[in-house]
């Protein structure tokens, strides 16, 4: 259920498929990326910006929403088109399948119970079981897309998403808009922008908000079920409630605090 490797922590969750099948049409990899399937991921979110671009496909969609149909069918290239719409297809089919399967295994990975180990140490990195806060991870992303990751030790992935950021930022030229817009030039210079790059990130911002935010909710979910199980293991003649989805009887879990304290009974790791 649960996996230490150099690049952080990698776990099964379960989650409601057609949210994932959401994040998979929004930009083919993100589906993925919250299954922590991250080779799929890398590899469709990179085959997504470089046939999107050699296609066109975000400059049809800006001259047809603002109704030159004519121009929307002059810039794509049907060379890719085909092979785009195939892949990305392919890639929301692929995600709705790989998180049914996953909530299967995570159902039977949570009937079994095996002992979560809470921390690793390797030659690289240490991976361990710790509180996050899901806002806070939710706003590093907001603030730049692979922040918040890299505040979840998802490593590899807040890098990749720090770097593909500060490719949209760069040929979109939105960076120039926003630093006329807090000089106080509420105009702009709004022609220089890349419509082809400026609409990757809408969906980049709020997959990576997302995330990060459910990463961190869930390692928190880890942390206490790893606590739980320690504690249970330690203390076999008590009855521990120690979260509200016990059935929230804190004060049980209280009078079993007091009685450790009491008796003096440390609950310090051996």
């Known amino acids: 259920m649960l996996l230490h490797s150099q690049d952080g922590l990698t776990y099964l969750r379960w989650q409601?498929?057609?949210?994932?099948?959401?994040?998979?049409?929004?930009?083919?990899?993100?589906?993925?990326?919250?299954?922590?399937?991250?080779?799929?991921?890398?590899?469709?979110?990179?085959?997504?910006?470089?046939?999107?671009?050699?296609?066109?496909?975000?400059?049809?969609?800006?001259?047809?929403?603002?109704?030159?149909?004519?121009?929307?069918?002059?810039?794509?290239?049907?060379?890719?088109?085909?092979?785009?719409?195939?892949?990305?297809?392919?890639?929301i089919w692929d995600s709705y399948i790989k998180s049914i399967e996953a909530n299967k295994l995570h159902h039977l990975a949570m009937m079994?119970?095996?002992?979560?180990?809470?921390?690793?140490?390797?030659?690289?990195?240490?991976?361990?079981?710790?509180?996050?806060?899901?806002?806070?991870?939710?706003?590093?992303?907001?603030?730049?897309?692979?922040?918040?990751?890299?505040?979840?030790?998802?490593?590899a992935l807040g890098f990749y998403?720090?770097?593909?950021?500060?490719?949209?930022?760069?040929?979109?030229?939105?960076?120039?808009v926003l630093l006329s817009l807090i000089q106080g030039n509420a105009q702009g210079n709004w022609n220089v922008l890349?419509?082809?790059?400026?609409?990757?990130?809408?969906?980049?911002?709020?997959g990576a908000m997302y995330d990060a935010f459910m990463t961190a909710r869930d390692n928190n979910g880890l942390f206490r079920l790893e606590q739980k199980q320690f504690l249970g293991e330690r203390y076999p003649h008590y009855k521990l409630y120690l979260f509200p989805m016990d059935g929230g009887r804190q004060d049980a879990n209280n009078q079993q605090l007091q009685t450790f304290i009491r008796g003096g009974t440390g609950a310090g790791r051996s």
């Open 16 to 91: 409601n498929p057609w949210i994932i099948v959401w994040w998979s049409a929004s930009f083919p990899g993100f589906g993925h990326f919250l299954l922590h399937q991250y080779i799929r991921g890398f590899l469709l979110s990179l085959w997504e910006v470089i046939i999107n671009r050699l296609t066109h496909i975000n400059e049809a969609i800006v001259y047809s929403f603002s109704g030159r149909i004519e121009m929307a069918k002059e810039v794509i290239e049907p060379l890719w088109l085909f092979a785009y719409m195939l892949v990305y297809m392919y890639a």
């Open 194 to 206: 890349d419509p082809q790059w400026l609409l990757f990130m809408p969906s980049v911002i709020g």
């Open 112 to 155: 079994e119970n095996s002992r979560l180990v809470p921390y690793q140490i390797r030659s690289l990195n240490i991976t361990y079981l710790s509180i996050k806060r899901p806002w806070a991870a939710m706003l590093c992303s907001f603030m730049f897309p692979g922040l918040g990751q890299l505040y979840n030790n998802r490593i």
């Open 161 to 176: 998403g720090l770097f593909w950021w500060f490719v949209y930022m760069t040929f979109s030229r939105s960076h120039a």
